[in-house]
């Protein structure tokens, strides 16, 4: 799953969805398309232990019969952790969400990462350049913090960026200023944080 792009992951969902035998809603149109709205496109390559999906059906159903039907449908690598009914009127998922939080895996070690890490959070600024345009990494870095090593004495961090539209913050930005590889790193999603809601963990 770490290498399946965003629109294909909508389209899974879709796919899972009609497995299930559960009757999707779909727009009006010529073109019509299913009512799936994903909150925040995952980065190809990374992976998530904590994405959320709005899906709209036709009829109503039990959250419980939803569960039932769509387990045993999913593909490999996708799990559902949680299942709840929201009302129809509520904003949508990207309008609400804030930041996301992020847990890098560094397979390379990086000396002084400590020192590294402080350097990026006394910075007034971290001038960076994407798609041929300046901005300033580090207004949208909310947290950064080391975490203990893996398993495999591999160095990790714990990294919070902001994730609202216009002002979205990269973690292998984050990776390029500590003078990594994003190449060289594993990066997991492990939270998303709304506006309206607690952080979802």
Known sequence: MRFTGHLDLHHTWERTFRRARLPLAYSQGFNPHPHINLACALPLGFTSENEIVDVWLDERRLVADIEAALIPALPPGLKISRIEEIESGEPTLQTELLASKYLITFLEEIQELEKRVQEILSADTLPRQRREKDYDLRPLILDLQLHPSDS?????????????????GRPEEVIAVLGASPNATRVHRIGLIFRSKNEVV
């Open 152 to 168: 495999q004495g591999r160095q990790r961090l714990l990294v919070c960026l902001s994730a609202r539209e216009a002002a979205t």
